[in-house]
């Protein structure tokens, strides 16, 4: 019997071949799993796809890196469906099902939360991109899926250049809903900032940045990460953003920018497997087990 097991996929189990991107991943995982261990803990990490593993057999399971969810999306809906009834989950079922859809952006906005201007682009909606830039005076704008990952099928567009990407817009709202956002010019000048919390209270952030040519801020698409001092605006904001959840987070990431009029505002709230970048500040891998901890012992 195990009292956590900390969630993969199976790219992270036991790896025949390493790089960077693999090191910091296992890393990330390991310094939980130590943190965790050093409470007396029984843990181990297993692939969430894993077809022999019992589930009944762990008190807790958390998300950390399981990401080639984003192209198993039926499945691993599927399998939470299954395996919420044999173990709990940290974050929630709850939790995963609102955050995993960006409609979640309207919910928070709703409590007070300066949100991306967006609007939400229903599946089978009949609308065209020239339509939606007459309609928001937008000059430029991103595209994106309500429900993805890794910035997949996202587009910055323009007005002039829409007609392009017409064809591939109208495929995939025939398949699910788009979020039509308008373009911030500091995502290419300063990046992206994504401040940690866990237990509601700000840990560390980084800053990520696109590399050249490109406003895709994920190491995907080559973009880079440093360490960021948060100001004390910028952490309230984010515990703002956690207030305004209707669930509460062991761990949370904030994803913000200052927007085009330089107020804080938020791109994504990430609540199910955020990189945390515990190699930055090993203290919030010990604070997260210390939260996981009190769950066991509160039992």
């Not at 097991?5 to 992270?12: A, G, P, S």
């Not at 991943?25 to 050093?38: H, K, P, S, T």
């Amino acid at each position: 019997m195990f009292d956590v097991v900390i969630l993969t996929d199976h790219r992270y189990i036991n790896p025949t071949i390493k790089n960077w991107y693999i090191d910091q991943v296992l890393l990330e995982d390991q310094l939980l799993q130590m943190e965790l261990e050093n409470k007396g803990l029984k843990v181990c990490k297993k692939n969430w796809a894993d077809p022999n593993f019992d589930w009944f057999s762990t008190t807790y399971a958390i998300f950390r890196t399981t990401w080639d969810y984003f192209e198993r999306f039926d499945e691993f809906f599927t399998w939470i469906d299954k395996t919420k009834h044999k173990t709990t989950f940290i974050n929630t079922t709850e939790i995963i099902n609102w955050n995993i859809d960006k409609h979640y952006l309207q919910d928070l906005a709703g409590n007070g939360i300066n949100i991306i201007p967006t609007l939400f682009i229903e599946k089978d909606d009949k609308i065209n991109l020239t339509e939606l830039f007459k309609q928001t005076k937008w000059t430029e704008a991103v595209i994106k899926p309500a429900i993805s990952g890794a910035a997949r099928h996202t587009y910055r567009i323009t007005a002039d250049n829409c007609i392009f990407y017409e064809d591939i817009f109208q495929q995939l709202i025939k398949e699910k809903c788009m979020l039509f956002q308008e373009f911030m010019n500091n995502i290419t000048l300063d990046g992206e900032i994504s401040l940690i919390l866990i237990g509601g209270e700000y840990t560390h952030s980084v800053r990520k940045i696109a590399k050249k040519g490109d406003f895709r801020v994920q190491d995907d698409h080559g973009g880079k990460v440093v360490e960021h001092k948060a100001s004390t605006e910028e952490i309230k904001f984010a515990k703002e953003c956690i207030k305004g959840c209707p669930f509460y987070p062991i761990y949370a990431r904030v994803d913000m920018i200052y927007n085009n009029n330089n107020q804080p505002s938020l791109i994504e709230l990430e609540l199910i497997e955020p990189e945390l970048w515990f190699r930055n500040n090993t203290e919030a891998a010990l604070l997260l087990a210390e939260e996981v901890f009190s769950l066991i012992d509160s039992k």
